[in-house]
């Protein structure tokens, strides 16, 4: 299966967070539109992997190209105005803001004109009713699954070119991880390209159009996530954290 052309190119990447790298040589691709998993074990360097391409931690080794233009010697505030957008792992929503002006702090690096934050605001508010909803409430009023909504938004109302997601279902019931895809779903089908790390293995690869096997701190396979989806390498890739989170 022909993949798109990439918009974010990453290519024998090395990263740590003192001299030890905690990954190394990773080479990966995600394509205009493409949805692509990133999936592993606790601990493989999902979380690193996204901080670099995201400008949080300085590459050690390799490079990271997006459109075409290499993003190593740029700022994570500069990325986020090439359209690179992050949802970190656990919802870093401003708990004590209204859920209206935790949107207005996803813009505020932007310095968009008035109506143009207005308009955006709206949008985000369109695709997420219950946030509308509850968009004068503190934001630390919400339920988990509205909080992980509102940390996309939070993202959304940037309008990347790339979303980038930190286990966005870590921690909500089957309902709300059944919400979340949902909302990923009508986030991909506006033509953004994601990435996506998960622990809701086959729901993400259901989702995926392409699927990388992190394994500590190596890449361990790819190939297309129908191809993955129930497959003895990526069981293999998960022994570890199938170990640990096994009941005593
Ligand atoms: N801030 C940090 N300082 C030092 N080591 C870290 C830090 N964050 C993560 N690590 C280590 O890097 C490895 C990969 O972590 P991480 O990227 O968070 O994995 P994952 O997201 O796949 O669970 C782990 O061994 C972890 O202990
Ligand atoms: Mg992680």
């Known amino acids: ?120 605001v709206e949008e985000a508010l369109a695709m997420f009713p219950a946030l509308r909803q509850k968009a004068d409430q503190l934001a630390g009023s919400l339920s988990g699954g509205q909080q992980q909504m509102l940390a996309i938004a939070q993202a959304l109302v940037r309008k990347p070119r790339l979303l980038m997601l930190d286990e966005p279902s870590l921690g909500l019931a089957p309902n709300l991880v059944e919400e979340v895809f949902r909302t990923l779903a009508a986030v991909r089908a506006q033509g953004v390209s994601i990435l996506l790390v998960e622990q809701v293995v086959e729901r993400a690869l259901e989702f995926a159009d392409h699927a990388y096997l992190l394994q500590s701190g190596r890449l361990s396979g790819d190939g297309p996530a129908a191809t993955l989806r129930g497959s003895e390498q990526v069981r293999r890739a998960y022994l570890g954290a199938a170990a640990a989170h096994a009941p005593s």
């Open 1 to 120: 299966m022909t993949r798109p052309q990439p918009l974010l190119e990453v290519d024998g990447l090395s990263v740590g967070y003192g001299i030890v790298p905690v990954i190394e040589e990773i080479t990966l691709q995600v394509g205009r539109g493409e949805a692509v998993a990133l999936l592993g074990a606790n601990g493989a360097g999902k979380s690193t992997l996204l901080k670099a391409v995201s400008g949080l931690l300085v590459p050690g080794a390799g490079s990271i190209r997006f459109d075409g233009r290499d993003l190593s010697r740029l700022r994570a505030e500069a990325l986020v105005t090439l359209g690179l957008s992050h949802v970190a792992e656990g919802r870093r929503i401003f708990r004590r803001e209204t859920v209206l002006d935790n949107l207005l702090l996803g813009l505020y690096r932007l310095r968009l004109a008035r109506a143009e934050t207005a308009a955006r």
